[in-house]
């Protein structure tokens, strides 16, 4: 395993003004050396796959009501609101994207980590198969060994998976009580890495070296509190080693931020890119 840290954009490089999930942040991430970049995928009224995170317009665009009550070419009249959005964010010139263009756009320069909801998984991925692309692209599912929504992934044609590892607590998903004792169960699937989302350093560390025999990275996600054992963006831009520092201490070989400019600064300045 390569010592280097690869490097996540939550949205895509959207901090510095340009919309999040835009074709101009994905750019942005080609320019900084970002490896990759998540994105979020949504479904028009007339089926058309585009770049959007909410269900609906009003934070993020110019325009207003659920995105699935509107067709491909009443979104292309619509502009992005920079950065993160909200009623206060300027319009730009950006539209939003379908998935294709933001796929054509990302080929030979960075991956893209495709965050799909199960009316759009396989849609998605045909399309990523019809533009040769499987190599470059990441899906993902918080799900144990044996559900049945693995059933998609094991017919994924090629493209990159990792399942999400949660540490049980009070919320009603899918979680393991023990990172390393689904790191086996989980090879026939082939995962290139796990995403873990604890709040015990213990239950994350516990597993790490389990992941790393098996060949597969350890995703981390700093972007809220909850996600990482309170390790932060909003705290590494203060105290970065003891939030991005102490992530990679404890065995984080990938790290999803908004931030990703200053956390690339951070670990070249610290032998890690």
């Not at 990159?160 to 689904?182: E, G, L, N, T």
């Amino acid at each position: 395993m390569s010592p280097r840290v690869l490097v996540v954009a939550h949205r895509a490089c959207w901090v510095d003004g340009a919309p999040e999930n835009s074709l101009a942040a994905i750019s942005r991430c080609a320019s900084l050396g970002v490896d990759m970049a998540e994105v979020d995928v949504v479904r028009t009224r007339d089926g058309q796959l585009v770049l959007l995170h909410d269900a609906t317009l009003d934070r993020t665009t110019s325009g207003s009501g659920a995105v699935a009550a509107h067709t491909l070419a009443e979104l292309n009249d619509l502009r992005l609101r920079a950065g993160a959005g909200g009623s206060g964010a300027p319009l730009t010139e950006e539209h939003i994207p379908t998935l294709r263009e933001a796929l054509l756009l990302a080929k030979g320069k960075l991956l893209l980590n495709l965050d799909l909801k199960a009316d759009v998984y396989d849609d998605s991925l045909a399309l990523v198969r019809e533009l040769g692309m499987e190599r470059q692209v990441l899906t993902k599912l918080n799900v144990m060994p044996g559900d049945a929504q693995l059933a998609s992934v094991a017919a994924r044609g090629g493209a990159m998976f990792m399942p999400i590892i949660r540490q049980c607590d009070a919320a009603p998903r899918p979680c393991a009580a023990h990172f390393s004792a689904v790191v086996e169960p989980f090879q026939r699937y082939d995962p290139v890495a796990f995403e873990v989302v604890f709040t015990d350093p213990v239950f994350f560390t516990e597993g790490v070296a389990a992941a790393r025999r098996a060949g597969e990275r350890v995703w981390v996600n700093t972007l809220t509190p909850n996600l990482a054992a309170n390790m932060t963006d909003q705290g590494a831009l203060s105290d970065p080693d003891a939030h991005w520092g102490r992530a990679v201490a404890l065995g984080a070989n990938v790290i999803q931020t908004d931030e990703p400019g200053r956390l690339i600064d951070y670990l070249k300045a610290n032998g890690r890119r």
